[in-house]
């Protein structure tokens, strides 16, 4: 069973960073590439970031390029997204997924960004 376990949000201000950690199970994770997404509040799903599976390629929308860094760890069976100069349009949850349309995304891990 896949198991997609999210971390590493909270509440941080406009311009702030934060790193977020998905640990996954019941996949060959060294073999799957990893896509994070995220939902607003009102809003749908959005991917925000892909990484294949050795990890020596990634892609983000271009509401993100350049904020935003996806990496992960293949011994620990560990994705991250670093959140940089964070705006109020980031607020959302954050979910790593199997798909760019958040196919069997985790609990997710919510992200704040207020003065």
């Known amino acids: 069973e896949v198991q997609l376990v999210e971390s590493g949000g909270g509440l941080v201000q406009p311009g702030g960073s934060l790193r977020l950690s998905c640990e996954a199970s019941?996949?060959?994770?060294?073999?799957?590439?990893m896509y994070w997404v995220r939902q607003g509040p009102g809003k749908g799903l959005e991917w925000v970031a892909t990484i294949t599976s050795a990890g020596d390629s990634t892609h983000y929308p271009n509401s993100v390029k350049g904020r935003f860094t996806v990496s992960r760890d293949n011994a620990k069976n560990t994705v991250y997204l670093v959140l940089n100069s964070l705006e109020a349009e980031d607020t959302a949850v954050y979910y790593c997924?199997?798909?760019?349309?958040?196919?069997?995304r985790g609990q997710g891990t919510q992200v704040t960004v207020s003065s």
């Open positions: 019941g996949f060959t994770f060294s073999r799957t590439p």
């Open positions: 997924a199997l798909s760019p349309s958040g196919r069997s």
